[in-house]
């Protein structure tokens, strides 16, 4: 087991007041068979910041990041500003990744209304993928190949706002050819990539992935959300992940998220900590504490 750092910046977790706004993935679309670790029963329920800092009693949480909760898609710009209430009254979220629709018509519009608020510091819109590996979506409109979806897309530069870019392993090829286009905007691929596949065959379609994005100097990633839909958590499994993302991109690059609540359904705080403190044991001083703190408070801009 490696030591527990002195300071944490968490980098991707979420809250939602279901009272104060429409979440329909925890209302009425609710569908676990359709969801990445299955049922989800246990998220639907108001998550806020006293619930959140309850999970991280006794760590030395730092700053937070606040990525966009999939809040009712009319309600986006109402997320942003609701946040912003969050941190003025609690301290936190320190950086915000809200939502702006890519294809749509008034996306500049859009972009720059989040961007007036004082924390906003990236955009989050996923890209239509397709469901399995062996599937494919490409060319269909708000794909990774959607001419308009990406006119959206590079808007980001303009308003010096990151893109958190969310796909599951199978399309991070493409992904990566996006981002050779888009050589100034910065990109940060959350979750590792989310190597659902574990199997040799599943790994190395992964690892191919990661490389083709991680040549790319503008993309960061996250070391967060190593659960699987249909498996309990692998402390030796999700460590062998992490090190192996660490060693793609570069300690330089990569830094620690919990997707809390989400996370939640597989792992708690403390033992997702412990994991990846187990992961950069043999890594230098300097490289954990880029991993835990520095290079997140740095890629979203936390003063």
């Not at 979220?93 to 007036?116: I, K, Y």
């Not at 503008?218 to 190593?226: A, G, M, T």
């Not at 460590?239 to 690059?253: D, H, L, N, P, S």
Request: proline share 5%.
């Amino acid at each position: 087991m490696g030591t527990r750092p002195a300071a944490i910046v968490d980098a991707h977790h979420h809250l939602w007041d279901l009272s104060r706004g429409g979440y329909p993935w925890l209302q009425q679309d609710y569908n676990p068979a359709a969801f990445h670790l299955g049922d989800y029963e246990p998220l639907r329920r108001n998550f806020g910041p006293a619930e959140y800092r309850k999970l991280w009693e006794g760590l030395p949480l730092a700053a937070t990041v606040h990525v966009e909760a999939e809040r009712d898609r009319k309600e986006s710009l109402a997320e942003t500003a609701w946040l912003h209430e969050i941190h003025a009254a609690h301290g936190f979220p320190n950086a915000v990744v809200a939502h702006v629709d890519f294809a749509a018509p008034d996306a500049g519009e859009q972009l720059a209304q989040h961007a007036a608020y004082a924390l906003v510091r990236g955009i989050r819109c996923k890209p239509l993928t397709s469901a399995t590996a062996n599937g494919s979506v490409r060319g269909q409109p708000g794909s990774l190949q959607d001419a308009q979806w990406l006119a959206g897309l590079a808007l980001l530069e303009k308003h010096n706002l990151s893109w958190d870019l969310r796909v599951p392993f199978w399309h991070l090829e493409e992904a990566a050819a996006v981002v050779q286009q888009l050589p100034d905007i910065s990109v940060v691929l959350e979750h590792a990539g989310l190597p659902w596949d574990r199997s040799a065959a599943g790994l190395a379609h992964w690892r191919k992935g990661m490389e083709a994005v991680a040549r790319h100097d503008q993309v960061y990633v996250k070391l967060s959300e190593f659960g699987l839909q249909h498996a309990p958590w692998n402390a030796d499994e999700n460590t062998a992940v992490i090190r192996e993302t660490i060693a793609i991109f570069g300690w330089q690059r990569c830094m620690f998220a919990s997707n809390m609540p989400v996370a939640g359904l597989r792992i708690g705080v403390p033992a997702l900590v412990d994991t990846l403190a187990g992961a950069l044991k043999d890594l230098s001083e300097t490289a954990q504490e880029a991993i835990w703190h520095d290079n997140a408070k740095r890629f979203y801009r936390i003063s």
